[in-house]
T-cell receptor, first 114, second 111 residues
Framework: EAGVAQSPRYKIIEKRQSVAFWCNPISGHATLYWYQQILGQGPKLLIQFQNNGVVDDSQLPKDRFSAERLKGVDSTLKIQPAKLEDSAVYLC????????????FGPGTRLTVT | GENVEQHPSTLSVQEGDSAVIKCTYSDSASNYFPWYKQELGKRPQLIIDIRSNVGEKKDQRIAVTLNKTAKHFSLHITETQPEDSAVYFCAAQRDNNDMRFGAGTRLTVKP
């Protein structure tokens, strides 16, 4: 079974620039999550999709962050404009069904904002 | 929302000793408690989990205990090995998949 795929793996941008991350979940997984993991901290949920609908985006800074999962499969997370404090690893995870189940994480995208 | 606290933040043990990491949660509706291991530069990987209808679960050298009344759960690693060195995260989750993670414990196993 192929795992969760993410790209790019690394990205360096200047503050005020825009950046986009892509995630392809495990085939058939209905639920998809984006997390932000700042160095030395646990992952923080940004947004959760069930198929192509948003279940929870209460911790997403909506003035600069956006995410979509148009066809209920792949997802993109965008930051526009980026700030220095956005430097973090952005993890995508997926889960087979709705409910309390194991989440499978992708390798993450390490973003550095200079 | 849910708040998960994890202690200690760092733990150093001698190879062969046991390691215990503790977490507390605030939301009584949480019913799923996974533990993830994250090696440097790698993705978090599930090592064990427990649901609210169970008090203890064991998998070889790893065990998790849950006290729903006190809202705390613990990870126990016995006979630690150098390859157990990593950051361990606890998490608590409700039925709507709103998973909240602890801040992590950096475990170092000295040979």
């Amino acid at each position: 079974e192929a795992g969760v795929a993410q790209s790019p793996r690394y990205k360096i941008i200047e503050k005020r620039q825009s950046v986009a991350f892509w995630c392809n979940p495990i085939s058939g997984h209905a639920t998809l999550y984006w997390y932000q993991q700042i160095l030395g901290q646990g992952p923080k949920l940004l947004i959760q999709f069930q198929n192509n609908g948003v279940v929870d985006d209460s911790q997403l800074p909506k003035d600069r962050f956006s995410a979509e999962r148009l066809k209920g499969v792949d997802s993109t997370l965008k930051i526009q404009p980026a700030k220095l404090e956005d430097s973090a690893v952005y993890l995508c995870a997926s889960s087979p069904i709705y409910g309390s189940y194991e989440q499978y994480f992708g390798p993450g995208t390490r973003l550095t904002v200079t | 929302g849910e708040n998960v606290e994890q202690h200690p933040s760092t733990l150093s043990v001698q190879e062969g000793d046991s390691a215990v990491i503790k977490c507390t949660y605030s939301d009584s509706a949480s019913n799923y408690f996974p533990w993830y291991k994250q090696e440097l530069g790698k993705r978090p990987q599930l090592i064990i989990d427990i649901r609210s209808n169970v008090g203890e679960k064991k998998d070889q050298r790893i065990a998790v205990t849950l006290n729903k009344t006190a809202k705390h759960f613990s990870l126990h690693i016995t006979e630690t090995q150098p390859e157990d060195s990593a950051v361990y995260f606890c998490a608590a989750q409700r039925d709507n998949n709103d998973m909240r993670f602890g801040a992590g414990t950096r475990l170092t196993v000295k040979p």
